[in-house]
């Protein structure tokens, strides 16, 4: 059993050329006994972005706070708290900040897609 917050959970800032100002933090997954998926919350800061990539395995994206934007396979889409998605495998994404204080999103992805 695991029980816990998210202001509880530490976070760990991504670096690289293809993403700006994205802090990632496993909120579920393996270590906390969900074996195949793992539940992460990541929260771009303003003008921020995650890559944009493709890769074989789905996930599904939920909008906590501010408003973003989901590149999905060429069209962009709008997205606020309490919007969802599902990317398939296969399509190239991204999300990106487009409004408030921070652009917070969860997403799920089977354990091999958190790297």
Same mark, same amino acid.
């Given at each position: 059993?695991?029980v816990?917050?998210r202001?509880?959970?530490?976070?760990?800032?991504?670096?690289g050329?293809a993403?700006?100002?994205?802090?990632?933090?496993?909120?579920?997954?393996?270590?906390?006994?969900w074996d195949?998926?793992?539940m992460?919350?990541?929260?771009? $800061? %303003?003008d921020?972005f995650?890559?944009?990539?493709?890769? /074989?395995w789905?996930?599904?994206?939920?909008? &906590?706070?501010? #408003? !973003?934007?989901?590149?999905?396979?060429?069209?962009?889409?709008?997205v606020?708290a309490?919007?969802?998605?599902?990317?398939?495998? $296969? %399509?190239?994404h991204?999300?990106?900040?487009?409004?408030? /204080?921070?652009?917070?999103?969860i997403?799920i &992805?089977?354990k #091999? !897609?958190?790297?």
């Open positions: 059993m695991f816990s917050h202001d509880e959970i530490p976070g760990k800032e991504l670096s050329d993403l700006k100002d994205v802090t990632k933090q496993v909120l579920i997954g393996p270590e906390q006994g195949d998926y793992v992460r919350m990541l929260t771009v $800061g %303003k921020g995650t890559p944009r990539h493709a890769h /074989d789905p996930h599904i994206v939920y909008v &906590v706070e501010g #408003e !973003g934007i989901l590149h999905l396979d060429g069209t962009d889409y709008n606020k309490g919007s969802t998605a599902f990317v398939p495998g $296969g %399509k190239e991204q999300l990106m900040y487009r409004g408030g /204080d921070k652009f917070v999103f997403c &992805v089977p #091999e !897609g958190d790297k």
